[in-house]
């Protein structure tokens, strides 16, 4: 059936908390109104307020509550409002639902699965656009998973919720409305597994949610001039199918990494330095980062469009590589 990536979120957590009562949702704005980008519509009349809970604009201590909630044996799904307001609540993302485990001798389980809205999208400013996950990937403990359809994001969902380990789930705001073929059996997609969205011989490029539909937008057009690209979705940042990516680079000889954070210091630095460390001797050239520039995005909407990587930019670093 085809879904968006709302309704197939929507899907996975109504099927989930028909499946486990321990399953609980939290989060601004959650309950009767369906959450900000609709993920939990109808949750709040099916299942009642004392599993769908609104809660005040306090992000420590909306997910300090999850964790609490997870070491008392349920397994919350906690909505940050956007992805940004994370930062407010770093303590207890990253030294309580990624450490505790670990501090405690391996004596409790925390599945927290944090829902993160990222993204730019109509010039909701600097506050409410960020792409920051690249700042959790040198947080040991967490799990980040970051699909680019509604078929993954479903299946992938699934996996966080049934986990026993917490995880930050990065959903772009510009993909909530994308229609793809969703299995209408049950299903999960295990984490750590890249889907290699198309074969290619030339170039491998690696991108991340609502860029992986830009290099296959691009991949079309390169391939009328003659240059095959292979694009590879990695679905889950950590844990990293670099299996898959360093065989598609030792086939092609070049790497590029696009997605919508800074080029400085986003998780294509970690990816291109695990491609430099452990194929270098396969690379035909430098390894090229495609993202966005190091500035504060733009509360213009007009403006914000040049701060987004488009299929132009991946094409132009395409001809780069290749000559």
């Not at 959650?30 to 609104?54: K, M, P, Y």
């Not at 996996?159 to 789930?169: M, W």
Request: glycine share 10%.
């Amino acid at each position: 059936m085809m879904l968006t990536m709302q309704e197939a979120l929507n899907q996975a957590l109504r099927e989930e908390m028909e499946l486990d009562p321990n399953v609980i949702v939290l989060g601004e704005d959650v309950g009767a109104f369906g959450g900000c980008f609709g993920v939990t519509q109808g949750l709040h009349a099916r299942f009642g307020d004392q599993r769908v809970i609104d809660t005040p604009i306090a992000e420590a201590t909306l997910v300090g509550a999850s964790v609490g909630l997870a070491l008392a044996g349920k397994r919350p799904v906690c909505e940050m409002m956007f992805g940004d307001f994370c930062l407010i609540a770093m303590d207890e993302i990253t030294g309580k639902m990624g450490k505790w485990n670990y501090m405690h001798g391996g004596q409790f389980e925390i599945p927290v699965t944090l829902r993160l809205p990222i993204g730019m999208q109509g010039g909701a400013g600097a506050e409410h656009s960020q792409s920051p996950q690249a700042l959790f990937i040198n947080t040991p403990g967490l799990n980040i998973v970051i699909p680019s359809n509604a078929a993954d994001a479903k299946g992938l969902f699934k996996t966080a919720i049934r986990g026993r380990d917490p995880v930050l789930f990065f959903e772009h705001k510009m993909l909530y409305g994308v229609k793809s073929e969703v299995p209408e059996s049950d299903y999960t997609i295990p984490f750590g597994v890249a889907n290699i969205c198309r074969e290619g011989t030339d170039i491998t490029i690696m991108a991340t949610a609502l860029q992986v539909n830009t290099a296959l937008s691009a991949a079309e057009k390169l391939a009328a001039e003659g240059i095959s690209t292979e694009v590879i979705d990695p679905r889950t940042l950590y844990p990293f199918d670099k299996e898959s990516l360093l065989t598609s680079v030792k086939k092609t000889g070049r790497f590029m990494m696009v997605h919508e954070e800074p080029v400085r210091g986003g998780t294509g630095a970690e990816i291109g330095a695990l491609v430099a460390e452990t194929a270098f001797s396969a690379l035909k050239a430098p390894i090229k980062r495609v993202g966005a520039p190091f500035i504060p995005i733009a509360q213009n909407a007009y403006i914000e469009q040049f701060l987004i990587p488009k299929e132009e930019n991946v094409i132009a670093a395409a001809r780069e590589l290749m000559k």
